[in-house]
Structures are given as C-alpha cells and as structure tokens.
C-alpha cells in the first residue's frame, strides 16, 4: 500500500508564509515522503529545500531584472538554433558569456550584415548578466537617441545622462543607421565618454566602426568618442545568412489550429524605466 503524503499543519503554513516561504508548501509534502522513504538525514533535506528556494529567487530576481532592462525574453542562448548558418569567433563568444567584460568595465561590438543574429546574441548577454545580478538596459539607437531629444525638452536630460552611464551594461542595437545631428553627436560622445572604463556598453551594427565617424555631425567628436569606444572593446562579427528566416512562422511546424479563436490573456504591462526629476 502507497504511503501517502503527510498533511502539514496551518501553524506551520502560517509560518512559512510569514518567512516568505509559501512556495514551497506545494510540494513540501512530497518532498518530506521522499525524504523518509530515503532515510534522508535532516540537515541534507533542509540543505535541499533551502537551496531549491534559493535558486528560485534567484531566478525571480533575474526575470524581474531582464524584465526591467527591456530585454525580448525568447533571445537566450537556451534557445539559440545550432545549426543556424553564421559563422563567430566561438573564443570570443565563450569570453563574452563569461561576462568578464562586465566586470572589467569593457566594451563589446557585435558587427554583420541584416538579420544573423547579432541582436540575439546581444539580447542572450544581457540575459547572462541578469542571472548574475547586474542592472541591465536594452534599447534601439533611435529610441536612446528620442529619449535624449526629449530630455532636453523637459530639463531631465542631466537625470538621464546620469541613469544611462550607471547601468552595468548598457546595450544598443542598431547603431549608426543614419547621420546624427549635432545634438545627437554631442549626446552620443557624451555618453561614451561617461561609461568608458566605468561601465560596460553593448552595441550591434550593420556597420563597421571605422564607418561610424562620417555619422557625426561633428568630425572631432566622432573621432574621440568613437576611439575611446573601439580601443576599449571586444569585435564579434558574425557572418552568414540571416537568421530571422528561422524565426519565420510556418503551418507545418506550428501544428493544427486549435478548435476555437484563442482569447486574450491580460499581461502586466512591461515597466519602463523612467529619469528622476
């Protein structure tokens, strides 16, 4: 005959909820079965539950971080497809998962022609650093460049500049699609300036650095933030065809449509970060 569970008290709910210990209450009893039918000692089977409940808030902790930063929560290298045809430095790429750069405050550009990947793996980084508790931000060059344009209208530009050259890791995606207009060049030199060698920055791009300094209004601040940024960064480029087509959604793959339209499920609006005034 299956022995079953045993049935835990309300004291002792009540008490792990008030430890900020309710989630393990689903599964406890089970746990405390397995645990008897094993002879489990006592101090092992705390040590196990605890270190459950630890990775658990850690993960918490790490959602809510990569949920803060803007970060797409599908691009993580879990879910990378392997036999995608780019070709990378894989040493490169290995040195950069190790988030070494993070904790040395250097720079990384991931370089490549449209769609292979690059936002990916840019995404997938910030996601690494999330798990390892850094304070992320992930946002496209034209909205970081809105963002500014707008600070200045409403006298938060010194808050913004401010919040953007503390974050430990700073991505920006699509880099240098078009010229930027003095104000522009003048927020970007100022921002490369605050965060070298004082914080990580991420940035993917169609185009090479050396092409980046005819996008400055200004020539002298395009050569000095420019410089400072490249001499102080890792270059992963990644070639091939693009990846997006592996994204592409596709009948055969998704299976049967379900039997009745599917109904909108209400979602938390996704936080955004805000300058202080």
């Known amino acids: 005959m299956a022995t079953k569970a045993p049935l835990l008290s309300q004291d002792l709910k009540v008490a792990m909820k008030d430890l900020r210990l309710g989630q393990l209450l689903a599964t406890l009893p089970e746990r405390i ?97 999330c798990r390892s508790g850094f304070n992320v931000r992930f946002t496209r060059a034209d909205a970081l460049l809105r963002s500014l344009r707008q600070s200045r209208l409403d006298n938060s530009r010194e808050a913004l500049m401010i919040e953007l050259a503390a974050v430990d890791m700073l991505i920006i995606d699509d880099f240098a699609l078009e010229p930027m207009t003095r104000d522009e060049s003048r927020d970007v030199y100022q921002l490369f300036v605050e965060r070298t060698a004082r914080a990580a920055t991420v940035i993917t791009s169609n185009r090479d650095t050396s092409d980046w300094l005819a996008l400055f209004d200004d020539p002298l601040l395009g050569q000095s933030a420019v410089d400072r940024f490249r001499n102080n960064a890792y270059d992963l480029v990644i070639e091939g065809e693009s990846y997006r087509g592996r994204l592409k959604p596709d009948v055969e793959k998704d299976g049967p449509p379900p039997p009745v339209p599917v109904v909108k499920v209400p979602r938390p609006p996704r936080r955004r970060r805000r300058p202080k005034a």
């Open 33 to 129: 079965l397995l645990a008897e039918k094993g002879a489990m000692p006592l101090q092992d089977f705390l040590l196990g539950l605890f270190n459950d409940e630890v990775q658990r808030r850690r993960g918490a902790a790490a959602s809510r971080r990569a949920d803060h930063a803007g970060l797409d929560p599908d691009m993580v290298f879990e879910r990378w497809d392997k036999s995608a045809k780019v070709s990378l430095d894989r040493r490169v790429l290995q040195e950069l998962s190790s988030l070494r750069f993070v904790d040395s405050q250097r720079n990384v550009v991931i370089l490549g022609p449209v769609g292979v990947g690059k936002t990916f793996v840019a995404s997938a980084l910030g996601h690494l650093a």
